[in-house]
């Protein structure tokens, strides 16, 4: 039998891990020296290399010294916890990929706990050591208290570190000796991971993942825990609400370098795909039908911010996009969940409206950000925060952010995120920047980014994660400038833009297509007003000296989808098209706004 290690590779944000297993992958030759191929080959969504993150994890197979070695890449991101809970219950060892430079962060520890909690082992990998102010010996002494902080067994505390730097494709047990390769993080993997255990008994093979394929349907993806499964054999699924339902194995892969080879049978301790299995859900079992013995099932954290979605009801839909009813928003919503655990949908007493339970506002809009480019037409609403009651006490979310900024700007930071009910709990220097980190509501962090950026020159690096619920601390305040809505529909003219530019600043351009009830800019007060932008120049055969200077317009302010879902009111939606962003008052006029505070439809909008 075959030996087999099954290693995730977890880190924070953008410490490099996909990188490194491009690395990997070309070391083990599965490329022929004639392929081209790109960077980040495991990054094969266009969101993921666009925004230079890992969304989903990733499955690849390589051979080194008769030892297959399954890697699982991981995302970093916290709202992508769903993903990376899920996937380490198919490893056997974890190898953390650490910033020389930057050394642990918030997302570093939220990942590092779920894998100590299943009792994985643990190799450091202290990465980068090639950039500037790198502090290779102080990260690796701040991994070990992290590790000891987060409770780790004393197996698990005894890790290998290997030093090197993943862009430049060399791994060594000592950072002042470099390497020619990463051939020691790979001997490292096979020294410290236990190969996969291969249990003989009754089948047991736990869904943890899933893709899809138009020839053949869904196919479930898992790690076999015990006994043999064959192609053709008839089994059990297990269930959620605990029944058994008879299913066939139609076909069975196991994953070869990239891609994926069909075989007979697969032992305990690989991972592997079936197809042919209909109506599973990600945490079921395939087991034995007459005797069944489930896994136990995944347990993911809960979502800590809902938003309303609902069907795209302005004046322009249907301009852009395929898919605009509430049909295609429901069956997209229902199909996400199948796949993306840590979503929620709840249906509201409305056919066209949902409410979506998501980590964060970034998990909530790449699944936005999927839809539009898929060609929905859709309509959210301002993110919230969800509360718990505990024992009659109003809590909320709490979480730790981190900023290292420049030491000029970090007064600004620190004023910002207390007005914000933050909490200051550490500021030391790391180089040549101040590190901070709070304790600030999740409610606090909407709108947060783009200050804090706006305040810090563009030079602040922010990062945060769930902490725990604590009691509600107070009302935090929200956007202090109104909003300048169209008064009519149609083409706004430089002319009258060029006129408004004291009131605020502008959302749009002109020769921009508008219509009533648009958000077209932010007023420099408190209230909104509403401004006619379709008026055109009166022209007469008369010329007057001065009068006909150049119209000079301030650049339009562009927003990313991130920023637009923070900077919306609770009166107003985030209207999505393929090609357009666009915001708008939930009620388009004057006589519609009216009848609806007299309903009081504002409370739940």
């Known amino acids: 039998m075959q030996s087999i290690r099954n290693i995730a590779i977890i880190a924070h944000v953008d410490h490099g891990k996909t990188t490194l297993v491009d690395k990997i992958i070309h070391y083990s030759k599965l490329f022929r020296e004639n392929q081209e191929f790109n960077d980040l080959i495991l990054d094969n969504n266009d969101l993921e290399r666009e925004r230079g993150i890992t969304i989903l994890s990733k499955n690849v197979s390589v051979r080194y010294k008769d030892v297959k070695i399954n890697i699982i890449d991981t995302p970093g991101h916290a709202d992508f916890g769903g993903e990376v809970e899920r996937v380490l219950k198919m490893a056997d060892g974890v190898c953390l990929l650490v910033d020389a430079f930057e050394g642990p962060m918030p997302q570093t520890r939220f990942v590092l706990s ?18 500037e102010n790198c502090r290779p010996e102080e990260v690796q002494e701040n991994v070990f208290d992290l590790m000891f902080n987060l409770g780790a067994t004393e ?8 030093f090197g730097s993943g862009k430049g494709g060399w791994m060594s047990t000592d950072y ?10 790979l001997d490292a993997i096979i020294e410290s991971v236990p190969p996969a255990p291969q249990p003989e008994g009754i089948p047991q093979m736990q869904i943890t993942s899933l893709d899809f394929s138009q020839f053949t349907g869904r196919i ?12 053709g054999a008839s089994m059990g699924l297990c269930k959620s609400d605990g029944s058994v339902k008879r299913v066939r194995i139609k076909e069975l ?3 070869e370098g990239l891609g994926r080879a069909k ?6 301790g690989d991972i592997c795909a079936i197809t042919g299995l209909e109506d599973f859900e990600i945490g079921d079992t395939v087991t034995d039908f007459d005797n069944p013995q489930p896994l136990e099932r995944i347990a993911v954290d809960e979502p800590t911010m809902s938003m309303l979605f609902t069907i795209n009801n302005s004046p322009f839909f249907g301009k852009e996009g395929k898919f605009v009813t509430s049909r295609h928003l429901r069956d997209r919503l229902y199909k996400e969940i199948e796949k993306n655990l840590a979503l929620r949908v709840q249906p509201t007493d409305s056919e066209d409206r949902f409410l979506v339970f998501g980590r964060g506002i970034l998990h909530l809009s790449v699944l936005i950000e999927t839809m539009r480019r898929e060609g929905y037409e859709l309509q959210v609403g301002q993110p919230q925060v969800l509360y718990k009651d505990v024992d009659g006490v109003r809590h909320e979310p709490i979480e730790l952010m981190v900023v290292d900024v420049p030491e000029a700007t970090a007064g600004k930071v620190i004023e910002l995120a207390t007005q914000r009910k933050g909490e200051l709990t550490i500021m030391e220097p790391k180089g040549d920047v101040q590190h901070l980190e709070f304790n600030i509501p999740s409610r606090g962090l909407i709108g947060l980014r783009s200050d804090v950026l706006t305040a810090t020159f563009g030079e602040a690096v922010m990062t945060h994660r769930f902490r725990a619920y604590e009691p509600f601390k107070g009302p935090i305040p929200g ?3 109104g909003s300048i809505i169209s008064k009519g529909t149609g083409v706004a003219t430089a002319y009258t833009i060029d006129k408004l530019q004291d009131r605020g600043r502008f959302f749009i ?24 932008l379709q008026e055109a120049k009166k022209l007469t055969n008369m010329r007057a000296s001065g009068s006909d200077d150049s119209v000079r317009i301030i650049p339009k302010v562009n927003f990313s989808l991130e920023d637009s879902m923070e900077y919306i009111q609770k009166d107003e939606y985030l209207e999505i098209t393929p090609k357009s962003m666009r915001m708008r008052k939930i009620h388009l006029n004057e006589n519609d706004r009216k009848r609806a505070e007299s309903k009081g439809a504002f409370a739940d909008a």
Not at 176 to 185: A, M
Not at 510 to 521: K, L, S, T
């Open 509 to 532: 351009d002109a020769g921009e297509e508008i219509y009533e009830g648009m958000v077209v800019g932010e007023h420099n007060r408190n209230n909104d007003i509403v401004v006619n």
């Open 263 to 268: 075989v007979s049978e697969v032992v305990a």
């Open 155 to 162: 197996d698990q505390l005894d890790f290998p570190t290997l």
């Open 253 to 255: 892969q196991v994953f």
């Open 220 to 231: 479930a993806i898992g790690r076999v825990f015990q006994g043999t499964l064959k192609e």
């Open 176 to 185: 002042r000796n470099k390497t020619e390769d990463i051939s020691p993080l």
């Open 479 to 481: 956007r202090i400038n």
């Open 114 to 131: 779920k894998a100590i909690s299943l009792g994985l082992k643990v190799i450091v990998v202290v990465n980068k050591v090639d950039k």
